[in-house]
């Protein structure tokens, strides 16, 4: 497996479980923030920023469709959030806030919070047990 799967696996891996973490813990928190941030437009540009940064880096370092399911979870996720960050740049906010509201994110938090965690944990127990080639 080559080094940059594993370091991006235990990368991603890692700060995932972290945040899920966070989520367990922070609930309040949490719910409040991000209904204040689908409310503030600027906000969202950042966050779009920077998740288009963030998977257009993945994607353009490890767009690899072969291989082991770990390297295909990592390019997966650089697709993903390169998309996601594209929906937040193109999308009209009123879309946006109607899809945040359809998600209904304070009724499924958990399950919301669950998804870092099982990503995370795959991925960080992948990317710290992988032999580099």
């Not at 669950?114 to 991925?123: F, I, N, R």
């Amino acid at each position: 497996m080559s080094s940059l799967t594993i370091y991006l696996a235990q990368l991603i891996g890692s700060a995932a479980l972290l945040l899920s973490a966070s989520l367990f813990l922070r609930r309040d928190f949490y719910i409040e923030t991000m209904q204040a941030m689908i409310d503030d437009r600027p906000m969202l540009l950042i966050i779009a920023t920077i998740r288009l940064v963030i998977g257009l880096a993945i994607v353009l370092a490890h767009n690899i469709w072969s291989g082991s399911a770990l390297t295909i979870v990592v390019t997966l996720f650089g697709w993903v959030t390169l998309i996601r960050g594209l929906l937040l740049l193109f999308l009209p906010a009123e879309r946006v806030e109607h899809t945040f509201a359809a998600l209904q994110f304070e009724r499924h938090y958990y399950l919301y919070a669950t998804l870092p965690l099982v990503l995370g944990a795959y991925l960080t127990y992948a990317g710290f047990t992988a032999v580099p080639l």
